[in-house]
């Protein structure tokens, strides 16, 4: 067989591997689809007979985000400190509490992210100065409830890597459009990915949220929504921490699912 040929007959054979290594691929792709889709349609008839309602197309495929380790940034602290003092800064630390204090107030920053802050933070325009807060340090407002004179509350929830952490917020008070007060939790931009065990599906997390809906006997009779969030934790190792989660809405309320413990809680 001259060479002409022999490349040829080597060339239709790795054709015909690589055509069979896609079929095994496409086969496993599809048993694997087939194998969730009948998971699914099981778990849809597990809460249909607790009568709940749970429309499949609620229910995501996406793999939850890793967890992450976060470490404390004084110069972050002394940024979110300026954006609601203004200038002139005086600086003290006790037992961990890093103080800010100016012309307008006092704001105090602890190692595990809550901070308060208190006094004129804005005289006016308040609620222009919440939400410049909030895009400088990546918050999304969630509700506004202000009288017809601008005072009320103003409450943000924080955004990390898109996801909303449901437990780290920030409360804004507001008196005739004067902003003060503001008291939550400042996350830190440093971070360090955390190596744990393979989170829980949203299947798996259902699954979870079913279990304990039978052992509080918590009420409910629809799921409307399944979408993945962060919650934050803290610990004396790792005072804040955070872990991948799935928030199930319910017609009732909303529940959290710990991607990494399966623990199910409220907030």
């Known amino acids: 067989m001259d060479r002409y040929r022999l490349k040829n007959v ?58 992450h380790t976060l470490t404390r940034d004084s110069a972050f602290e002394r940024s979110a400190a300026a954006q609601l003092l203004g200038s002139g800064l005086v600086y003290a630390e006790r037992w961990g509490v890093y103080s800010y204090t100016s ?45 017809g004179e601008g005072s009320g509350a103003i409450l943000a929830v924080r955004k990390y890597s898109r996801l ?3 437990n780290c ?9 004067a902003v003060t007060s503001a008291s ?26 079913q279990a304990m809906r039978r052992e509080s006997g918590a009420v409910a009779s629809s799921i409307t929504e399944v979408s993945l969030c962060y919650e934050l934790q803290s610990s004396v190792a790792a005072p804040m921490s955070l872990a991948p989660a799935w928030c199930i809405v319910t017609n009732t309320l909303r529940y959290y699912v710990n991607c990494y413990t399966g623990a199910v809680s409220q907030y």
């Open 10 to 67: 080597i060339i239709l054979i790795l054709l015909l591997v690589n055509v069979f290594l896609l079929g095994s691929l496409a086969y496993r792709d599809s048993a694997a689809q087939s194998a969730q889709d009948r998971a699914l349609e099981q778990l849809t008839a597990l809460f249909a007979a607790d009568g709940i309602q749970l429309d499949p197309a609620v229910v995501p495929s996406g793999t939850p985000p890793a967890g």
């Open 103 to 147: 012309n307008n107030g006092t704001a105090l920053f602890r190692d595990n992210g809550s901070f308060d802050a208190a006094g004129t933070l804005a005289a006016s325009d308040g609620v222009a100065f919440c939400e410049d807060f909030c895009k400088k340090f990546h918050y999304e407002i969630l509700s506004s409830q202000l009288d």
């Open 164 to 166: 909303p952490v449901y």
């Open 169 to 177: 917020t920030v409360t804004f008070t507001l008196d005739r459009g």
């Open 184 to 209: 939550g939790t400042l996350l830190p931009e440093v971070s360090a990915e955390l190596s744990e065990e393979e989170p829980l599906s949203a299947q798996a997390a259902l699954t979870a949220f």
